[in-house]
Nanobody, 124 residues
């Protein structure tokens, strides 16, 4: 199973931008659908964005559509989340997820692999 490590989180002012990265181990990264989820304090984990194996299709939650962009580079075994026009309500721990058969777009599902998370804090 693929191992995932997120990076790129930090503190940013409202209206600013961050790019999160998720690095996957193994030689079969292109076999996995990838997604990003987030979890704010006291709340359940929620879907943010997802991308198909080839990168040809993407999905977004309504709350981030038009502001966030998910992409992947299969040659580098990496998936990215470009986050623009950040809002305080985007503050959360962000996790990447991988699944061979399912596109990770649903909350409350334990997909094949999860990263450890990276914290994003947006100040007002």
């Amino acid at each position: 199973q693929v191992q995932l490590v997120e990076s790129g989180g930090g503190l940013v002012q409202a209206g600013g931008s961050l790019r999160l990265s998720c690095t996957a181990s193994g030689r079969t990264f292109s076999n996995y659908n990838m997604g990003w989820f987030r979890q704010a304090p006291g709340k359940e984990r929620e879907f943010v964005a997802a991308i198909s194996r080839s990168g040809s299709r993407t999905w977004y939650s309504d709350s981030v559509k038009g502001r966030f962009t998910i992409s992947r580079d299969n040659a580098k075994n990496m998936v990215y989340l470009q986050m623009n026009s950040l809002k305080p309500e985007d503050t959360a721990a962000y996790y990447c997820a991988a699944d061979r058969g399912r596109v990770p777009i649903y909350d409350g599902v334990e997909y094949d692999s999860w990263g450890q998370g990276t914290q994003v804090t947006v100040s007002s």
